[in-house]
């Protein structure tokens, strides 16, 4: 499993991304940080991610990336590190 940082534009509204993620088999988790972004726990590839994305946000703009825990750092709540790091279904 890997952890993703999913930023999107503003085509994409966040309540209505949270419900497709939570219909998603591919995505195994998520948590909510920062306005307009949102971390993704997936065993999935950043291309599958977002063939599945850009197929329902077809006129949105967004960037996901894999959060890589040994070049990562920032101010967060703990919750989100512990997310990070210990990343679960």
Same mark, same amino acid.
Request: glycine share 2%; proline share 4%.
């Given at each position: 499993? *890997?952890?993703? @940082? &999913?930023?999107?534009?503003? =085509?994409?509204?966040? =309540?209505?991304?949270?419900? &497709?993620?939570?219909?998603?088999?591919?995505?195994? =988790? !998520?948590? #909510?940080?920062?306005? +307009?972004?949102? %971390? %993704?726990? $997936?065993? /999935? $590839?950043?291309? /599958? @991610? #977002?063939?599945?994305?850009?197929? *329902?946000?077809?006129? +949105? /703009? &967004? %960037?996901?990336?894999?959060?890589?825990?040994? *070049? #990562?750092?920032?101010? @967060?709540?703990?919750?989100? !590190?512990?997310?990070? =790091?210990?990343?679960?279904?």
């Amino acid at each position: 499993m *890997k952890v993703y @940082l &999913f930023v999107y534009d503003e =085509n994409i509204r966040e =309540n209505s991304l949270l419900r &497709f993620l939570d219909t998603r088999r591919e995505i195994l =988790n !998520w948590m #909510t940080i920062l306005p +307009a972004s949102v %971390l %993704l726990v $997936s065993s /999935q $590839s950043p291309r /599958q @991610l #977002t063939k599945i994305l850009s197929k *329902k946000y077809s006129k +949105a /703009q &967004f %960037l996901l990336t894999e959060v890589d825990t040994t *070049k #990562t750092d920032g101010m @967060l709540p703990e919750e989100c !590190w512990d997310f990070i =790091n210990s990343p679960e279904e």
